[in-house]
T-cell receptor
């Protein structure tokens, strides 16, 4: 079945780069997403990548996709205190528009 | 900026009581989703509407949960009776017709069942 796995916690010093990793099982995934959730709030779409791409960059965010290994990563350059949140990896297959979310990675910023 | 609205933001109830959550999607968005997010987990889809019709309710516990979107605009999710295990964040999201890449999420309703 479909499954998305990601590590639960990551601590990074302010100003350093954060790299959040994710693996997924559905080889038919068409889109892969990164969502951000701040405390008490809903999810905000940060970026997405189509499955025929291997990299996408958007300002401080870089997404890398290794389709062979079904591995997705999100790199946040120059991590700021405002980046402290839970980051969800998600994937959508080509059968419907149902999105499967991982359990989220809590990013903690050290001063 | 248009947003998905949800109310109430917080709800505390006793088990066996009935609760209802309301969602108003972004104007013009034909697709509406209800998700349940248990603490420490990612959101899981409960029900998806396309206009007023249910597209997917395979994960909705139909013995106690119901959802409706009578006029294809706002939607209500009801639980009756509530159980302790229903404590979670209930998120509503909406998507524009033909735009498959972004679901816009509301702030959620946090339900605590005592």
């Amino acid at each position: 079945g479909e499954d998305v796995e990601q590590s639960l916690f990551l601590s990074v010093r302010e100003g350093d780069s954060s790299v959040i990793n994710c693996t997924y099982t559905d080889s038919s995934s068409t889109y892969l997403y990164w969502y951000k959730q701040e405390p008490g709030a809903g999810l905000q779409l940060l970026t997405y990548i189509f499955s025929n791409m291997d990299m996408k960059q958007d300002q401080r965010l870089t997404v890398l996709l290794n389709k062979k290994d079904k591995h997705l990563s999100l790199r946040i350059a120059d991590t700021q205190t405002g980046d402290s949140a839970i980051y969800f990896c998600a994937e959508r297959g080509n059968r419907d528009d149902k999105i499967i979310f991982g359990k989220g990675t809590r990013l903690h910023i050290l001063p | 900026e248009a947003e998905v609205a949800q109310s109430p933001r917080y709800k505390i109830t006793e088990k066996s009581q009935a609760v209802a959550f309301w969602c108003d999607p972004i104007s013009g968005h034909a697709t509406l989703y209800w998700y349940r997010q248990i603490l420490g987990q990612g959101p899981e889809l409960l029900v998806q509407f396309q206009d007023e019709s249910v597209v997917d309710d395979s994960q909705l516990p139909k013995d106690r949960f119901s959802a409706e979107r009578l006029k294809g605009v706002d939607s209500t999710l009801k639980i009756q009776p509530a159980e302790l295990g229903d404590s979670a964040m209930y998120l509503c999201a909406s998507r524009d017709r033909g735009s498959y890449n972004e679901q816009f999420f509301g702030p959620g309703t946090r339900l605590t069942v005592l």
